[in-house]
């Protein structure tokens, strides 16, 4: 492997490796034909970040010969090539990325002005392919938006807040902090922004729905669009099922595929912290209608209606999801655990690259029994 | 309850902004009370927050462009909620070039203080973006502990040098000791003074002159026969000193301090619709 980059796409290149540090502890990266992929998942693998590199990025780009190559390696030790991204623009003129088979090491060259030259040599190991199983074109609900929208948007949350809650319905976006329900939070400030239909670039929603996500990896690819003025596209379904973040250029793609809570832990903290609001026929803005005594009739109400959106009998996350065959096996894993559990682990199969499907389940198998127990050692702690 | 705010004025904004700021830099928990007239940021001295006390006190028409109030009843037409003052502080940086901030007493799960700012958008509609932060009401039979502070009967009165440089005075004091003694006298001097078992350091401000108190202040009243070169001086603890200094905002007019001999240190900050007071008691 060999590919170069140059000018402002090795600015590119290092705001995607730290987007991705958002994501997980490790970068893997799969050199193939079609461009350089360069992936993370985190930990308990509710979260997944691509991005995918046209060859076209790149000033000069060659695939490995061997075509089966993939590596992975600590994202810090990458991070810390790419460390200062005001410096880098200032000197860096070049960025070179190579694969010593000889060494075993992946070289990453920085030709700066003066002719200086910065060398890291990065040792990795050998994995296989990592991959989300998702299908962002199957979802209903489509949001497009310039980054400066969404950055405006993320700054009114707390840096403390983990998850956010994204309720739509025909013509309103509403996101609110998420808040566990027990006790202790029931303090914590609640957050809550409404955007009109009309700030997006494009606003397709078939289905009123209300998600809830992480913040933090939202966070890392609004970090990336945002240096390169992409818009940010969001596709999503129902609680439970994935939500998909898309940044899309001509060389490249990004895709970070989040974990949302599921319906049965969602609809609780739905009913117990928020209002009505996602209705379409109420009238969105009562808090900015000039009635005062509109909050004396709120006092007096003692329950609070739950969401008209909320389906009536919540069914199990098992049947609301939509998965592809080969998830079998995680699927039952997710039915036997406790009702309490946060985010699905959900769309991994960790696929070799090999045609053979014997060999795929295997490896699903495999990299699924340790999922569980990693979602357990994080729930116990 | 009722209790209905609107500010539209962004440099009303930015000032209440900081007025809040500065509270929430000096407590995690205050109580506001609210009055047809004022809002008051109230922190009554107790152990658990090292006995410091504060009082701060607004002028409601300065700042607000509608302000609605219904107290409990109509004798006692006040509220008295206990906020924390930086979920407010952060509300309203969220709202800095907003068009409007209304400002409300809610029940929602809990008795919220909602603050809601009306953005600027990209569209025709405005962004809204609403905080609900929780507030306990507190009842009338508490009120008591919350009424304005006692003007002490100070030995000295004596208007502070610039709060810059007594910032950069007492910070870099804080390094050498964990107790500050101020002291002054009605000759216009002050003092601040550490004192370890290694090292002694004293600054000296002079000139600064004593605020001429009225008939009701002690200052020429009922200690007329003091001596203005004798000092007054009480010891405190130079955390709270600092933290004061460092969290003001408000750019007072005019700055002063009481001493009482030994008990109480005493400082006053005025701005045109503002008033600050804190109490930071004296340590042995």
Request: glycine share 4%; net charge negative.
């Amino acid at each position: 492997m060999d590919c170069v980059a140059t000018g402002a796409n090795v600015k590119v290149l290092a705001k995607a490796i730290h987007s991705l540090s958002r994501i997980g502890e490790e970068l893997y990266l799969e050199p193939v034909d079609d461009g350089l992929a360069l992936r993370s998942v985190n930990s308990s693998r509710s979260a997944f970040a691509s991005f995918q590199l046209s060859p076209l990025f790149f000033q000069r780009y060659q695939a490995p010969t061997d075509q089966s190559f993939r590596c992975k390696m600590p994202i810090k030790s990458v991070q810390a090539v790419f460390k200062s991204l005001s410096s880098l623009e200032r000197s860096v003129e070049k960025c070179r990325i190579q694969l010593n088979s000889e060494k075993s090491r992946l070289t990453i060259t920085l030709h700066c002005k003066h002719g200086l030259l910065k060398t890291h040599n990065l040792s990795f190991q050998d994995c296989e392919s990592l991959q989300a199983v998702f299908d962002k074109e199957s979802c209903t609900n489509v949001l497009q938006a310039q980054p400066r929208l969404m950055v405006d948007t993320v700054l009114h949350f707390p840096p403390s807040l983990e998850e956010v809650n994204l309720s739509v319905s025909s013509d309103r976006v509403w996101l609110r902090n998420h808040v566990e329900d027990d006790a202790d939070s029931s303090r914590a400030m609640m957050t809550e922004l409404c955007l009109s239909s009309e700030e997006f670039d494009h606003f397709a929603i078939s289905s009123q729905t209300s998600i809830t996500f992480c913040l933090k990896e939202l966070r890392g690819l609004l970090g990336f669009a945002e240096s390169s003025c992409l818009p940010i596209s969001m596709y999503f379904d129902e609680p439970g099922s994935p939500v998909i973040l898309n940044v899309t250029d001509s060389v490249l793609e990004a895709n970070f595929v989040l974990a949302t809570l599921s319906e049965d832990s969602h609809s609780k903290n739905h009913v117990n912290s928020n209002t009505k609001r996602p209705d379409a026929e109420q009238p969105p803005d009562d808090f900015m209608s000039d009635d005062m005594d509109s909050f004396l009739i709120a006092m007096e109400t003692s329950e609070l209606p739950g969401p008209s959106h909320v389906p009536t009998s919540p069914l199990q996350p098992i049947n609301n999801r939509k998965h592809s065959a080969s998830d079998d096996e995680e699927e039952e894993a997710l039915a036997e655990r406790p009702p309490n559990k946060k985010f699905c682990s959900l769309f991994f199969g960790s696929v070799l690259p090999t045609p053979s499907l014997t060999n795929q389940t295997i490896q699903s198998q495999e990299v699924l029994a340790s999922d569980s127990e990693d979602e357990n050692q994080t729930e116990t702690s | 309850m009722k209790f209905r705010a609107k500010i539209v004025d962004v440099g009303c904004l930015n000032h209440f902004t900081r007025v809040v700021n500065t509270v929430s830099k000096l407590t995690k928990a205050c109580v506001l009370r609210l009055t047809c007239d004022h809002l008051y940021f109230v922190l009554s001295g107790r152990v658990a927050t090292g006995g410091v006390s504060m009082w701060c006190e607004l002028l409601q028409v300065n700042f607000f462009d509608e302000f609605q109030l219904e107290g409990v009843s109509a004798d006692a037409n006040e509220i008295f909620l206990e906020v924390a003052p930086e979920n407010l502080s952060r509300a309203l940086k969220t709202a800095q070039n907003a068009k409007s901030v209304k400002i409300k007493l809610t029940k929602k799960s809990c008795p919220c203080l909602t603050l809601a700012a009306e953005l600027p958008s990209l569209s025709s509609l405005s962004r809204v973006v609403t905080h609900d932060l929780p507030v306990d009401v507190i009842p009338r039979r508490l009120w008591y502990d919350f009424r304005e502070p006692q003007m002490p009967e100070f030995d000295v009165s004596i208007y502070l040098p610039p709060l810059k440089t007594m910032k950069s005075v007492v910070d870099r004091m804080k390094n050498l000791s964990n107790y500050l003694v101020v002291e002054a006298n009605l000759n216009g001097k002050m003092n601040l003074k550490i004192e370890t078992d290694l090292v002694s350091v004293t600054t000296h401000f002079k000139e600064l002159g004593n605020p001429p108190w009225g008939e009701d202040g002690s200052q020429s009243s009922s200690r007329t026969h003091r001596e203005p070169e004798l000092m007054a001086e009480t010891r405190v603890d130079i955390r709270k000193l600092q933290q004061f200094l460092t969290g003001q905002q408000v750019n007072p007019s005019r700055a002063m301090c009481n001493i009482v001999d030994g008990r109480i240190l005493h400082l006053i900050f005025l701005h045109e619709d503002v008033s600050l007071q804190y109490f930071i008691p004296a340590v042995v």
